[in-house]
Structure formats: structure tokens, C-alpha cells
T-cell receptor
């Protein structure tokens, strides 16, 4: 069974700092990997999706990388802002049927 | 631009009671999903529906039933609620790989 782990569970950084969130998965036979953002009391918002054949995806200040063979993905946030404070979740799709296995998330706090 | 709407937002049940969580989407998506999110754990898939008229079990289906009433609506039923079903429930829909999530239903079973 696929297991997805995110470390650290929580992270606090001062505004303006660049930061990296980590995601690891046990079964490297994945179809794609996604990063989501969750604000308190809200649903999830999709940030980036990386297909298994891709190495990275970028959207604005966000860059996600994928190393399928080692079972790892990172989410890089440049020049962090207080509005980036949220929980970030990664999820893997093993079959392409969009049945996602989620990590436990990293709660990010950006201090003004 | 409602997206995915879940009702109710909060619910308290007594052990053994039944209830149905409602989910509706207005994006004409084919696929819909139900997840639960527990403290310290990621979201886990309960059931999904790849298209109208079909439903399949996810990772944690025990204790739940679902109905894909039409293309817009996908309901989740707890026939006999247990304290272990205390959780936040999320409905999502998708066309392609991008899922759109509802705001969640916080369910407490006492």
C-alpha cells in the first residue's frame, strides 16, 4: 500500500525567506503527483501537478520537483509571504484513475 | 461560481444514528469523490464515482454507502454512526486530473 510522508509537520519562517517542503512516497510506480494548499476550515486548492514523466513544474513563486526513482518530491516557495501560511499537502495517483493517496501535510507559518 | 457545495457544514450525531452528507457540483464534471480527514493523517478516499451510475470503493469504505444520484450529486450515507467516524468529510469533483474540493463537513459522533 502506498504511504506518503511529509516532513516537517510544521514550519515557521520569516517573511521573504525561500523554503522547501518535502514529500516522500514508498511505491515509486506513480502516475502523477500533486501539491495542494489547505487553509483552516476550508477545502483543498490544487497548486501544481507533475506527471510521472516530468521532473518539475512551476507556477509563479512555486516550483515542484519530482524524483520518481527515489520516491521524493519537493515544493519550493520563493520569497515567502504571510499569505502563504497554510497547510501544504502532497498526493500521489498510482493508476491515473485520480484516486489519490495523501500525505499528512506540512503546516507553514510565514511570520511578518 | 459555486463549484462543489457540501451540506451540512457541521453535524453532531449520537452513536447508532444515520445521516446522509450531500454534495453537489455545478461544473459538469464526470468524476466525484468522498474523502475523510482525521487529525494527523492525510485525506483518505472513502468512495468515488467515475461517472454517473457508477461507484467504487476507495481506501476506507467500511461503514459508508454512496449514491451517485445524477451527474451533479454524490451523497455519502452513514447507516449506523460510530465514534470512529468522527472526522471532517470532503467531497471533490474532477474532469481530468485536477480535483475541486468542497469546504468540508465536520461530523462528530458522540
Amino acid at each position: 500500500k502506498q504511504e506518503v510522508t511529509q516532513i516537517p509537520a510544521a514550519l515557521s519562517v520569516p517573511e521573504g525567506e525561500n523554503l522547501v517542503l518535502n514529500c516522500s512516497f514508498t511505491d515509486s510506480a506513480i502516475y502523477n503527483l500533486q501539491w495542494f494548499r489547505q487553509d483552516p476550515g476550508k477545502g483543498l486548492t490544487s497548486l501544481l501537478l507533475i506527471q510521472s514523466s516530468q521532473r518539475e513544474q512551476t507556477s509563479g513563486r512555486l516550483n515542484a520537483s519530482l524524483d520518481k526513482s527515489s520516491g521524493r518530491s519537493t515544493l519550493y516557495i520563493a520569497a515567502s509571504q504571510p499569505g502563504d501560511s497554510a497547510t501544504y499537502l502532497c498526493a500521489v495517483d498510482q493508476t491515473g484513475a485520480n484516486n489519490l493517496f495523501f500525505g499528512t501535510g506540512t503546516r507553514l507559518t510565514v511570520i511578518p | 461560481n459555486a463549484g462543489v457545495t457540501q451540506t451540512p457544514k457541521f453535524q453532531v450525531l449520537k452513536t447508532g444514528q444515520s445521516m446522509t452528507l450531500q454534495c453537489a457540483q455545478d461544473m459538469n464534471h464526470n468524476s466525484m469523490y468522498w474523502y475523510r480527514q482525521d487529525p494527523g493523517m492525510g485525506l483518505r478516499l472513502i468512495y468515488y464515482s467515475a461517472s454517473e451510475g457508477t461507484t467504487d470503493k476507495g481506501e476506507v469504505p467500511n461503514g459508508y454507502n454512496v449514491s451517485r444520484l445524477n451527474k451533479r450529486e454524490f451523497s455519502l450515507r452513514l447507516e449506523s454512526a460510530a465514534p470512529s467516524q468522527t472526522s471532517v468529510y470532503f467531497c471533490a469533483s474532477s474532469e481530468g486530473y485536477s480535483q475541486t474540493f468542497g469546504q468540508g463537513t465536520r461530523l462528530t459522533v458522540v
